[in-house]
């Protein structure tokens, strides 16, 4: 989101801390989180072991929640080998949907940084073919009461082509 004057700026910036923006991502995960649904409410700060990564902490961080819900298993039922979640804010912590699936053993597919372990020899072949050269995760919709108007706005975006791709050869599994 830009904001073009400072009136709205301002009134963005507002919207953001009193967490009344609505965010929903679109997630391929391997395997599937259990439960299929839920809320993670952690502490979420700089890792103690790499500085360069962030974590679920005890204590210090920052309070991060995410709600989730998983749309759909990819692979035998009863153990799937990947699945697509919807994931809404209610914070908007650094790398913070990307730390709480990998906190569930359910890591974005795709991600160099929090995706410990490989997947299942058939994701990696689907990610292989798909072209995916990131971690699986899009901002799927952005709302918003504007600020200056009052109009209430709402954008949505599809998966671009490389996840689109991703999910359809996950499907054949």
Sequence with gaps: VAAKTDAAHRGLAALFAAHDIERSYI??????????????????????????????????????VTHYRTERTFGPPGAPLAARLVCRLETGRTHQIRVHMASLGSPCLGD???????????????????????????????????????ERLRFESTPPPDMAALEARLSDL
Excluded: C, N
């Excluded at 103690?48 to 204590?59: E, G, I, N």
């Excluded at 990696?124 to 901002?139: C, M």
């Design 27 to 64: 997630a391929l995960v391997r395997g599937a989180p259990r439960p299929p649904a839920g809320e993670i409410r952690t502490r979420i700060g700089r890792s103690t072991h790499d500085r360069m990564k962030m974590a679920v902490l005890k204590t210090g961080g920052r309070e991060a």
């Design 112 to 150: 160099p940084v929090y995706g410990s372990g490989a997947p299942a020899a058939a994701v990696r072949e689907a990610l292989r073919e798909s072209g995916l050269a990131r971690q699986a995760l899009h901002a799927a919709v952005l709302g918003f009461v504007h600020p200056v108007t009052g």
